[in-house]
């Protein structure tokens, strides 16, 4: 088992930053790959980032290419989604899991454990 919390959202005005963090505990950290999802109010959950177990490659939604940073800290058992030059469309709960797939794993079908979420929300 692995249990994820999930901090640092809030309310931040349109062109901020945020910084989310993700904490774990449980099984080894270093061993799974680590995703962000969204969601926001009557939409699916989507895919944000991942990136890899050893934090050498991550992967991003299109949508958050060059705002948005995934990065790990293995010692800490964290995983960070900086997300810069927020817009309105990005207000959503977001959500850390854990994934044991191999590849590249942007469906939440995909992922074995995840957080409680924490709300995001971009102001005009």
């Known amino acids: 088992q692995v249990q994820l919390v999930e901090s640092g959202g809030g309310l931040v005005q349109a062109g901020g930053s945020l910084r989310l963090s993700c904490a774990a505990s449980?099984?080894?950290?270093?061993?799974?790959?680590m995703g962000w999802f969204r969601q926001a109010p009557g939409k699916e959950r989507e895919f944000v980032a991942e990136i890899s177990w050893s934090g050498s490659s991550t992967y991003y939604a299109d949508f958050v290419k060059g705002r948005f940073t995934i990065s790990r800290d293995n010692a800490k058992s964290t995983v960070y989604l900086q997300m810069n030059s927020l817009k309105t469309e990005d207000t959503a709960v977001y959500y850390c899991?854990?994934?044991?797939?191999?590849?590249?794993?942007?469906?939440?079908?995909?992922?074995?454990?995840w957080g409680q979420g924490t709300q995001v929300t971009v102001s005009t």
């Open positions: 899991a854990a994934t044991g797939f191999t590849g590249w794993a942007t469906g939440s079908y995909e992922y074995d454990y």
């Open positions: 449980g099984r080894t950290f270093s061993s799974y790959g």
